[in-house]
């Protein structure tokens, strides 16, 4: 006989792994099928975040910073050190424990919580039965009364610059590299670009990015980006925009790139190539042809505001649907369709989902940019308040940057609010949590901050949308 459970979650990612857990607590039988592999051949739960992706990332973003840090801020707090030295292996040691503890705690969680953890191949068949095939064991056929498909996304592939997992790397290679490239070269100045480009900068290698857009990361407030893009230019990273790569050559002496721009045909030579245009939803494998699931013209799984697909009781979410391929935005989904299976009222607030960029500056964003809000034609305010003039920065060193409010002019609510500079990934939730309220410019300048704290600077960009900011002249 085969088994059956209550929900069937294929992928435990931080959207899938998120959901199984939820609907455990729901009361549900959960059964989560992952097939993930590192590179030492183990499986592991936790998906792309968590063992190639955010966690890693991160961990390298620290490392990285903290050497560069010791390098070029230390004398300045008085503290000397000598020769400051990077050891990459033990850097390349940590990041990889952290991965190990993360992910061997959603097994933890999973046992915690009752939930099944399935290792191997899931695939949805019609009718809502699931076919596992482990990863050491014949195939079997496990009955659902919900399905959750979350199988997440792959870094998407140049025909001009196919991967080959040693010169032209996507980021998974790029997070395990074990020595500094004398000269890296990244297509693509994107989220992963620029953290990356950062990690292995601050560690001394000459990066250059070749981004396609004539705009600096263009999905951002303009004020931003130039605020970023100034700074990224003093710390080195060199990014060529409106490059149009033509090719990538492998050689003897590491990759030939050959790339178009507004002055015509031009070159680079790196020692290894990071090729980070964007991912592509994973879906191969994933379903039957008569399972009913049916993919957009970009491969995304069809699902409604609800993450419903078109077969009832089959839900998918995180980046193998629509809408910004983001950790935190797969994990809400998950539990808002938990929440659903469970009979309860949940929905998602897509339009308020916090965009952070972890690089130095940090870069972080919710709602809506300026040019947004013009083009919506709505009327509209701003205030901003630089981190030069916040005691909290100056202390910590750390003064590039600002905080930007914009507001409704009308009723003025906050549409939208924009950091750069340090800490904006933690800054950015009081924002979050204000748009999700529709707080007013109001109610953030009656909220009492600490003083001195970071966050005081979101504090007077709300006092400065009303010319009322006390720490910095007004226009
Ligand atoms: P995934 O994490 O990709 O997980 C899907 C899982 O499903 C995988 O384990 C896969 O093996 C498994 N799977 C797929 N098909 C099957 C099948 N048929 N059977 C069994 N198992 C299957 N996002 C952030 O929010 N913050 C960050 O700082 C951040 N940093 C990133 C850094 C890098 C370098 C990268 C690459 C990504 C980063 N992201 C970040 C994006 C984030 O990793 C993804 O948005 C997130 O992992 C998506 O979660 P998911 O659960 O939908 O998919
Ligand atoms: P991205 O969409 O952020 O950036 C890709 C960049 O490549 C864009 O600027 C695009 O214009 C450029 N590009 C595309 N094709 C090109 C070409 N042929 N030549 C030159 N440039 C080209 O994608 P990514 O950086 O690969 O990241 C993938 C996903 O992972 C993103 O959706 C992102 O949300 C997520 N991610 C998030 C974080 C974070 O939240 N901090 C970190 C890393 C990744």
Not at 260 to 275: N, P
Not at 347 to 358: F, G, K, R, T
């Amino acid at each position: 006989m085969s088994r059956s459970f209550d929900v069937v979650v294929i992928g435990a990612g931080p959207a899938g792994y998120i959901a199984a857990i939820r609907a455990a607590q729901h009361g549900k039988s959960v059964a989560c099928i992952d097939e993930w592999k590192n590179k030492d051949g183990k499986n592991a739960f936790g998906g792309t975040c968590l063992n190639a992706g955010c966690i890693p990332s991160k961990a390298l973003l620290e490392s990285s910073e903290l050497y560069h840090r010791a390098e070029h801020e230390f004398k300045k707090h008085g503290i000397k050190t000598g020769g400051v030295e990077m050891d990459i292996a033990a850097m390349q040691k940590r990041r990889a424990s952290i991965v190990r503890q993360l992910t061997g705690g959603i097994g933890g969680l999973f046992k915690a919580n009752k939930v099944e953890g399935l290792v191997g191949h899931g695939k949805l068949l019609s009718g809502k039965r699931v076919e596992f095939t482990p990863v050491d064991g014949d195939a079997e056929i496990i009955e659902a009364t919900h399905v959750i498909l979350a199988s997440g996304s792959a870094p998407i592939e140049l025909g001009i610059a196919p991967f080959d997992g040693e010169n032209i790397i996507d980021s998974w290679d790029a997070l395990e590299l074990d020595a500094v490239p004398g000269r890296l070269g990244v297509v693509g100045a994107g989220v992963i670009g620029l953290e990356l480009g950062s990690v292995w900068a601050r560690l001394g290698s000459k990066v250059t990015i070749l981004e396609a857009m004539e705009d600096f990361l263009f999905m951002a407030d303009r004020d931003v980006a130039k605020v970023a893009s100034q700074d990224f230019k003093k710390q080195g990273l060199d990014v060529k925009l409106g490059a149009k790569v033509a090719n990538a050559t492998v050689g003897k002496k590491g990759v030939s790139v050959d790339y178009e721009d507004k002055d015509g045909a031009q070159s680079i030579e790196v020692d290894k190539l990071i090729v980070a245009v964007g991912r592509r939803p994973v879906t191969d494998g994933l379903f039957a042809d008569d399972a009913g699931i049916q993919l957009d013209e970009r491969g995304f799984v069809v699902v409604d505001d609800e993450c419903r697909t078109r077969v009832k009781g089959v839900f998918a979410i995180g980046d193998c649907v629509r809408g910004p391929m983001l950790a935190h935005k797969g994990s809400e989904e998950g539990v808002m369709v938990a929440d659903l299976i469970a009979g309860e009222l949940a929905e998602m607030n897509y339009d308020i989902i916090p965009s952070v960029l972890y690089t130095n500056p940090e870069i972080a964003w919710t709602g809506k940019t300026e040019a947004e809000v013009k083009a919506s034609g709505r009327a509209y305010k701003t205030g901003s308040f630089p981190f030069m003039a916040s005691g909290r920065a100056k202390a910590m060193e750390q003064t590039t940057g600002m905080v930007k409010i914009i507001s409704s002019d009308e009723d003025d609510e906050i549409l939208g609010v924009h950091i750069v500079g340090p800490m904006a990934g933690e800054l950015i939730s009081e924002a979050v949590l204000a748009l999700e309220f529709s707080a007013s410019t109001e109610d953030l300048q009656r909220t009492i901050h600490a003083h001195p704290s970071l966050a005081e600077a979101v504090h007077e960009a709300a006092l400065a949308v009303d010319n009322k900011a006390l720490n910095f002249p007004n226009r």
